[in-house]
Protein backbone atom coordinates (compact mmCIF):
# COMPACT_ATOMS: atom_id res chain seq x y z
CA UNK A 1 0.00 0.00 0.00
CA UNK A 2 1.35 3.28 -0.78
CA UNK A 3 1.63 5.72 1.92
CA UNK A 4 0.68 9.47 0.89
CA UNK A 5 1.62 11.72 4.04
CA UNK A 6 0.22 15.30 4.50
CA UNK A 7 0.59 17.52 7.55
CA UNK A 8 -2.04 19.42 7.59
CA UNK A 9 -1.57 21.91 10.81
CA UNK A 10 0.82 22.50 13.23
CA UNK A 11 1.18 24.22 16.57
CA UNK A 12 2.37 24.52 19.83
CA UNK A 13 0.27 23.15 22.38
CA UNK A 14 0.36 22.47 26.35
CA UNK A 15 3.39 22.31 28.37
CA UNK A 16 3.50 19.15 30.24
CA UNK A 17 6.02 18.56 32.89
CA UNK A 18 7.82 22.27 31.83
CA UNK A 19 7.86 21.03 28.03
CA UNK A 20 6.10 21.96 25.20
CA UNK A 21 3.53 19.34 23.35
CA UNK A 22 3.98 19.89 20.04
CA UNK A 23 0.02 19.18 18.27
CA UNK A 24 -0.41 18.35 14.70
CA UNK A 25 -3.12 16.90 12.12
CA UNK A 26 -1.60 13.98 10.12
CA UNK A 27 -2.89 12.38 6.82
CA UNK A 28 -1.51 8.97 6.60
CA UNK A 29 -3.63 8.41 3.86
CA UNK A 30 -7.31 8.66 2.47
CA UNK A 31 -8.71 6.78 4.97
CA UNK A 32 -6.11 7.91 7.94
CA UNK A 33 -6.20 11.13 9.57
CA UNK A 34 -5.18 12.05 13.07
CA UNK A 35 -3.48 13.94 15.67
CA UNK A 36 -0.08 13.90 16.41
CA UNK A 37 1.04 14.81 20.21
CA UNK A 38 4.67 15.47 20.35
CA UNK A 39 6.16 16.49 23.71
CA UNK A 40 9.59 18.42 23.26
CA UNK A 41 11.29 16.01 25.10
CA UNK A 42 10.40 12.78 24.23
CA UNK A 43 12.40 9.05 24.49
CA UNK A 44 11.65 8.57 20.61
CA UNK A 45 8.78 6.85 21.85
CA UNK A 46 4.99 6.95 20.76
CA UNK A 47 1.64 5.29 21.21
CA UNK A 48 -0.38 4.42 18.52
CA UNK A 49 -4.31 4.65 19.90
CA UNK A 50 -6.88 2.88 17.95
CA UNK A 51 -10.29 3.18 18.76
CA UNK A 52 -13.25 0.98 19.14
CA UNK A 53 -16.19 -0.44 17.00
CA UNK A 54 -18.32 1.99 14.72
CA UNK A 55 -17.87 5.12 13.38
CA UNK A 56 -15.24 6.29 16.23
CA UNK A 57 -13.40 9.63 15.47
CA UNK A 58 -9.83 10.18 17.08
CA UNK A 59 -11.24 11.87 20.26
CA UNK A 60 -13.46 8.65 20.80
CA UNK A 61 -16.83 10.04 20.02
CA UNK A 62 -19.56 9.00 17.97
CA UNK A 63 -22.34 11.00 17.01
CA UNK A 64 -24.85 9.49 20.21
CA UNK A 65 -21.70 9.72 22.45
CA UNK A 66 -19.25 12.36 23.25
CA UNK A 67 -16.67 11.78 25.91
CA UNK A 68 -13.56 12.50 24.48
CA UNK A 69 -11.97 9.21 25.84
CA UNK A 70 -9.16 8.67 23.65
CA UNK A 71 -8.16 12.49 23.30
CA UNK A 72 -8.16 12.53 27.34
CA UNK A 73 -5.97 9.12 27.37
CA UNK A 74 -3.80 10.67 24.50
CA UNK A 75 -3.33 13.87 26.62
CA UNK A 76 -2.90 12.12 29.34
CA UNK A 77 0.12 9.79 28.14
CA UNK A 78 1.68 13.11 26.14
CA UNK A 79 1.79 14.97 29.76
CA UNK A 80 4.11 12.23 31.14
CA UNK A 81 6.33 12.38 28.19
CA UNK A 82 4.66 9.75 25.52
CA UNK A 83 4.28 11.08 22.24
CA UNK A 84 1.01 9.76 21.06
CA UNK A 85 -0.93 9.49 17.63
CA UNK A 86 -4.84 9.20 17.83
CA UNK A 87 -7.00 8.62 14.32
CA UNK A 88 -10.39 8.21 12.80
CA UNK A 89 -11.42 5.08 12.20
CA UNK A 90 -12.27 4.25 8.11
CA UNK A 91 -15.89 4.30 8.94
CA UNK A 92 -15.77 7.69 10.52
CA UNK A 93 -13.45 9.30 7.55
CA UNK A 94 -15.90 7.43 4.81
CA UNK A 95 -18.87 9.10 6.56
CA UNK A 96 -17.38 12.31 6.14
CA UNK A 97 -16.40 12.16 2.57
CA UNK A 98 -20.22 10.87 2.31
CA UNK A 99 -18.32 7.10 0.59
CA UNK A 100 -19.56 4.86 2.99
CA UNK A 101 -20.82 1.46 1.36
CA UNK A 102 -21.01 -0.72 3.91
CA UNK A 103 -20.62 -4.25 1.76
CA UNK A 104 -17.55 -3.40 0.84
CA UNK A 105 -16.12 -2.70 4.70
CA UNK A 106 -13.96 -5.75 6.01
CA UNK A 107 -12.24 -6.08 9.46
CA UNK A 108 -8.73 -6.59 7.70
CA UNK A 109 -9.18 -2.50 6.41
CA UNK A 110 -9.16 -1.77 9.73
CA UNK A 111 -6.00 -3.71 9.99
CA UNK A 112 -4.21 -2.67 7.13
CA UNK A 113 -5.27 1.32 8.71
CA UNK A 114 -3.04 0.62 11.82
CA UNK A 115 -0.36 -1.26 9.53
CA UNK A 116 -0.21 1.83 7.44
CA UNK A 117 0.28 4.26 10.38
CA UNK A 118 3.17 1.74 11.91
CA UNK A 119 4.98 2.10 8.47
CA UNK A 120 4.61 5.90 8.67
CA UNK A 121 5.73 6.46 12.27
CA UNK A 122 8.41 4.04 11.31
CA UNK A 123 9.64 6.73 9.28
CA UNK A 124 9.35 9.27 11.42
CA UNK A 125 12.88 8.46 13.84
CA UNK A 126 10.71 6.82 16.95
CA UNK A 127 12.61 3.88 17.47
CA UNK A 128 9.91 2.08 20.25
CA UNK A 129 6.54 1.86 18.92
CA UNK A 130 3.49 0.88 21.14
CA UNK A 131 0.00 -0.39 19.85
CA UNK A 132 -2.78 0.99 22.38
CA UNK A 133 -5.99 -1.03 20.90
CA UNK A 134 -9.30 -0.03 22.79
CA UNK A 135 -12.24 -2.43 22.81
CA UNK A 136 -12.48 -3.45 18.87
CA UNK A 137 -9.17 -1.52 18.63
CA UNK A 138 -7.51 -4.17 20.61
CA UNK A 139 -8.23 -6.92 18.65
CA UNK A 140 -7.16 -4.38 15.47
CA UNK A 141 -3.82 -4.43 17.29
CA UNK A 142 -2.94 -7.43 18.28
CA UNK A 143 -3.55 -8.43 14.62
CA UNK A 144 -1.23 -5.11 13.29
CA UNK A 145 1.61 -6.50 16.10
CA UNK A 146 1.73 -10.03 13.78
CA UNK A 147 2.48 -8.25 10.68
CA UNK A 148 4.41 -5.15 11.78
CA UNK A 149 7.58 -5.14 14.09
CA UNK A 150 6.54 -3.26 17.42
CA UNK A 151 7.51 -2.80 20.76
CA UNK A 152 4.79 -3.26 23.20
CA UNK A 153 1.12 -3.64 22.92
CA UNK A 154 -1.79 -2.53 25.46
CA UNK A 155 -5.05 -4.11 25.09
CA UNK A 156 -8.04 -1.55 27.32
CA UNK A 157 -11.24 -3.35 27.52
CA UNK A 158 -10.81 -6.25 24.69
CA UNK A 159 -12.16 -9.34 24.16
CA UNK A 160 -11.34 -12.38 24.62
CA UNK A 161 -13.66 -14.34 22.74
CA UNK A 162 -15.33 -13.86 19.15
CA UNK A 163 -17.77 -11.08 18.74
CA UNK A 164 -20.26 -13.43 18.08
CA UNK A 165 -19.95 -14.97 21.95
CA UNK A 166 -19.57 -11.35 23.14
CA UNK A 167 -22.66 -10.10 21.59
CA UNK A 168 -24.38 -13.29 22.50
CA UNK A 169 -23.25 -12.57 26.14
CA UNK A 170 -24.26 -9.29 26.18
CA UNK A 171 -27.85 -10.14 24.99
CA UNK A 172 -27.91 -12.70 27.79
CA UNK A 173 -27.63 -9.91 30.47
CA UNK A 174 -29.67 -6.81 28.64
CA UNK A 175 -32.06 -8.62 26.24
CA UNK A 176 -32.63 -12.66 27.03
CA UNK A 177 -35.28 -12.72 24.90
CA UNK A 178 -33.17 -12.26 21.49
CA UNK A 179 -30.46 -14.55 22.69
CA UNK A 180 -31.77 -17.60 20.86
CA UNK A 181 -32.49 -15.41 17.55
CA UNK A 182 -28.95 -14.47 17.72
CA UNK A 183 -27.19 -17.98 18.00
CA UNK A 184 -29.04 -19.36 15.30
CA UNK A 185 -28.20 -15.77 13.21
CA UNK A 186 -24.77 -16.10 13.81
CA UNK A 187 -24.59 -20.34 12.94
CA UNK A 188 -26.42 -19.08 9.83
CA UNK A 189 -23.83 -16.31 8.68
CA UNK A 190 -20.92 -18.94 9.44
CA UNK A 191 -22.25 -21.83 7.54
CA UNK A 192 -24.70 -20.44 4.92
CA UNK A 193 -22.74 -16.94 4.53
CA UNK A 194 -26.00 -14.89 5.38
CA UNK A 195 -28.73 -14.55 7.81
CA UNK A 196 -32.27 -13.58 6.67
CA UNK A 197 -34.31 -14.83 10.40
CA UNK A 198 -33.27 -12.51 12.44
CA UNK A 199 -35.19 -10.48 14.80
CA UNK A 200 -36.25 -6.60 13.90
CA UNK A 201 -34.14 -5.87 17.38
CA UNK A 202 -30.99 -7.08 16.01
CA UNK A 203 -31.04 -4.99 12.50
CA UNK A 204 -27.70 -2.85 13.40
CA UNK A 205 -25.91 -6.78 13.81
CA UNK A 206 -28.00 -8.22 11.15
CA UNK A 207 -28.55 -6.01 8.31
CA UNK A 208 -27.55 -7.25 4.76
CA UNK A 209 -25.23 -4.14 4.39
CA UNK A 210 -23.16 -4.99 7.70
CA UNK A 211 -23.42 -9.15 7.25
CA UNK A 212 -20.18 -8.77 5.21
CA UNK A 213 -17.92 -6.91 7.91
CA UNK A 214 -19.53 -9.29 10.84
CA UNK A 215 -18.42 -12.91 8.68
CA UNK A 216 -14.81 -11.13 8.55
CA UNK A 217 -14.61 -9.97 12.00
CA UNK A 218 -16.03 -13.67 13.11
CA UNK A 219 -13.91 -15.23 11.89
CA UNK A 220 -10.95 -13.77 14.47
CA UNK A 221 -10.36 -15.28 18.19
CA UNK A 222 -9.00 -12.71 20.25
CA UNK A 223 -7.46 -15.00 22.54
CA UNK A 224 -6.13 -17.68 19.46
CA UNK A 225 -4.31 -14.25 18.05
CA UNK A 226 -2.66 -12.82 21.51
CA UNK A 227 -1.60 -16.13 22.29
CA UNK A 228 0.51 -15.43 18.73
CA UNK A 229 2.65 -12.42 20.38
CA UNK A 230 5.65 -12.64 22.00
CA UNK A 231 6.37 -8.51 22.61
CA UNK A 232 5.34 -7.55 26.69
CA UNK A 233 1.57 -6.97 26.99
CA UNK A 234 -0.68 -5.41 29.16
CA UNK A 235 -4.10 -5.60 29.57
CA UNK A 236 -6.65 -3.67 31.01
CA UNK A 237 -9.83 -3.80 32.30
CA UNK A 238 -12.31 -1.62 34.46
CA UNK A 239 -14.88 -2.98 37.28
CA UNK A 240 -17.48 -0.76 35.88
CA UNK A 241 -17.69 -1.83 32.46
CA UNK A 242 -20.90 -2.42 30.96
CA UNK A 243 -19.82 -3.63 27.33
CA UNK A 244 -16.90 -5.38 28.03
CA UNK A 245 -16.85 -8.14 30.88
CA UNK A 246 -13.88 -8.34 33.16
CA UNK A 247 -13.55 -12.13 32.34
CA UNK A 248 -12.78 -11.32 28.68
CA UNK A 249 -9.70 -9.99 30.36
CA UNK A 250 -9.35 -13.87 32.29
CA UNK A 251 -9.07 -15.11 28.70
CA UNK A 252 -6.97 -12.90 27.26
CA UNK A 253 -4.45 -13.56 29.89
CA UNK A 254 -5.14 -17.23 30.47
CA UNK A 255 -4.29 -17.41 26.26
CA UNK A 256 -0.93 -15.65 27.12
CA UNK A 257 0.59 -16.12 30.15
CA UNK A 258 3.08 -13.82 30.41
CA UNK A 259 0.93 -10.38 29.68
CA UNK A 260 0.61 -8.36 32.44
CA UNK A 261 -3.01 -7.72 33.86
CA UNK A 262 -4.89 -4.78 35.19
CA UNK A 263 -7.91 -4.02 36.73
CA UNK A 264 -8.90 -0.50 37.51
CA UNK A 265 -11.47 -0.43 40.10
CA UNK A 266 -14.54 1.53 38.95
CA UNK A 267 -13.26 2.44 35.40
CA UNK A 268 -15.92 2.00 32.85
CA UNK A 269 -15.52 1.32 29.03
CA UNK A 270 -15.00 5.27 28.12
CA UNK A 271 -12.36 5.07 30.85
CA UNK A 272 -14.25 6.53 33.67
CA UNK A 273 -14.11 6.88 37.08
CA UNK A 274 -17.89 5.97 38.18
CA UNK A 275 -18.75 5.87 41.63
CA UNK A 276 -22.22 5.63 41.25
CA UNK A 277 -25.00 3.55 39.37
CA UNK A 278 -25.08 2.36 36.15
CA UNK A 279 -27.42 5.39 35.00
CA UNK A 280 -24.50 7.67 35.93
CA UNK A 281 -22.00 5.07 33.88
CA UNK A 282 -24.31 5.35 31.12
CA UNK A 283 -24.66 9.27 31.44
CA UNK A 284 -20.72 9.39 31.14
CA UNK A 285 -20.95 8.81 27.36
CA UNK A 286 -22.04 12.02 27.07
CA UNK A 287 -20.12 13.76 29.48
CA UNK A 288 -17.10 15.10 28.10
CA UNK A 289 -15.98 16.80 31.13
CA UNK A 290 -15.34 13.82 33.05
CA UNK A 291 -11.52 12.91 33.06
CA UNK A 292 -10.15 9.62 31.86
CA UNK A 293 -9.02 7.50 35.24
CA UNK A 294 -6.02 8.57 36.25
CA UNK A 295 -4.55 5.13 37.44
CA UNK A 296 -5.27 4.06 33.82
CA UNK A 297 -2.30 7.19 32.73
CA UNK A 298 -0.47 5.79 35.58
CA UNK A 299 -0.28 2.11 34.45
CA UNK A 300 0.05 2.82 31.12
CA UNK A 301 2.71 5.19 31.45
CA UNK A 302 4.74 2.84 33.63
CA UNK A 303 4.57 0.12 31.49
CA UNK A 304 5.31 2.19 28.70
CA UNK A 305 8.65 3.75 30.21
CA UNK A 306 9.49 0.19 31.40
Known amino acids: MKIVVFIIAIFIGKFAQGQEIIESDVRVNTFVNGTLLQPENAQDTIAIIIGGSGPTDRNGNQRTSQNNSLKKLAQGLSNDGIATFRYDKRIFALIQQNALVEEKISFDDFVNDAIAVIDYFNTKGFSTIILVGHSQGALIATLAAQKRD ?45 SEKFNIGLVSIFRPSVQPFMKTWMRYDPATELSKISIPILLVNGSKDLQVNEKEGEILK ?13 MNHVLKIIEGDDLENSKSYNESYRPVATELIEHLVTFMKS
Open 150 to 194: VDKLVCIAGAGQTIDKVIVDQLALQAPGLVDNATQAFADLKQKGK
Open 254 to 266: NSNPKAKSIHVKD
